[in-house]
Every structure is written in structure tokens, then in C-alpha cells.
């Protein structure tokens, strides 16, 4: 089993901007879909972001769409999270997640989650959108 580290996230003002980094060791990332979620103060975790290994499926939650871009480097078995015009409601925890393209597509890890159960999830990191 491998792991993934997230980090980049901090406290910053409305507006602005974040990148986050999902470090993944242990594996490589050439046969993944990797996904952001995001935990809000008393929500349930939720699917922002997925990205599948061809590079051209990619889901957004339409509370970022236009906001946020996923983006991967498998030569360097990284994904990221670049977050523009951030809001207050954006604040939690980001988590990265790693499933096998076979067990699950990225539709389904990111809208239900499915799958995930048998990937590979980083600890989190905190963002936080503050005045």
C-alpha cells in the first residue's frame, strides 16, 4: 500500500488563491484516478475534483466549477488543486484519494465515492478562506 501527502493549503483571504499538491509514494500514478474531497466544519466529506489516468475525463462539483482546475504530472506521481477566487465556503479539509482506473470510474469516486474503499486516501490538509 502506498501513500499520498496533500500540502499547500493555509489561511487565506476571499479571492484569492491556493495550489495543492498530492505527493504519491509506494505506486506510480500511471494507472490511477485521483481525486480531491473536501470536509467542511459538520458536512460530510465530498467529491471536488477527479481526474481519470487518460488526462481528458475530469469531473468538477459545480460549487468550483470555473474556479478550481485539477491537473496531474505522472512524472512526478503528483496531482494538484489549483483553487482561484476562493470563498468562505470553501474552507475544510482537502483530501486527495487514488483508486485504480478498473475498480471505479471518476464520475462515480467523485459523486459517490465509489470504490474508494479500495484506494489510497492522504491524511488532509487545512484550507481555510478568511478574512
Known amino acids: 500500500q502506498g501513500q499520498l501527502v496533500e500540502s499547500g493549503g493555509g489561511l487565506v483571504q476571499p479571492g484569492g488563491s491556493l495550489r495543492l499538491s498530492c505527493v504519491v509514494s509506494?505506486?506510480?500514478?500511471?494507472?490511477?484516478?485521483i481525486g480531491w474531497f473536501r470536509q467542511a466544519p459538520g458536512k460530510e466529506r465530498e467529491g471536488i475534483s477527479c481526474?481519470?489516468?487518460?488526462?481528458?475525463?475530469?469531473y468538477y462539483a459545480g460549487s468550483v466549477k470555473g474556479r478550481f482546475t485539477i491537473s496531474r504530472d505522472n512524472a512526478m506521481n503528483t496531482a494538484y488543486l489549483h483553487m482561484d477566487h476562493l470563498k468562505p465556503e470553501d474552507t475544510g479539509i482537502y483530501y486527495c484519494?487514488?483508486?485504480?482506473?478498473?475498480?471505479?470510474?471518476?464520475?462515480?469516486?467523485?459523486?459517490?465515492?465509489?470504490?474508494?474503499?479500495?484506494?489510497?486516501w492522504g491524511l488532509g490538509t487545512q484550507v481555510t478562506v478568511s478574512s
Open positions: 509506494g505506486f506510480t500514478l500511471d494507472d490511477y484516478t
Open positions: 484519494l487514488a483508486v485504480k482506473t478498473i475498480i471505479t470510474t471518476f464520475l462515480n469516486m467523485c459523486t459517490s465515492q465509489l470504490g474508494a474503499e479500495y484506494g489510497v
Open positions: 481526474i481519470d489516468n487518460t488526462d481528458y475525463n475530469v
